[in-house]
């Protein structure tokens, strides 16, 4: 994962969840680029949007990546 992009509608009831969740993920010396900030609006009413990046390493093909 190179970077994880959060929008939430309601920022004040879910950021502290959200950084949990976050955390809980990911290490904390993780190098990936991470924001989260409030919107006042989301597509079909939706509490929280991602966008998430992910590489792959170089010389990988698709379906090759494993865990």
Known sequence: VVSV???LTQFARF???MLG???????AD???????VG??????EA???MDIM?????????????K
């Open 21 to 27: 969740a976050f955390a809980g993920h990911f290490a």
């Open 30 to 36: 993780a190098n990936l680029a991470f924001s989260c």
């Open 47 to 49: 509490l929280v949007q």
């Open 5 to 7: 992009q959060v929008q």
């Open 54 to 66: 992910i590489a792959r390493p170089e010389g990988a093909r698709l379906g090759s990546v494993t």
């Open 39 to 44: 919107v006042t609006a989301l597509p079909r």
């Open 15 to 17: 950021q502290q969840r």
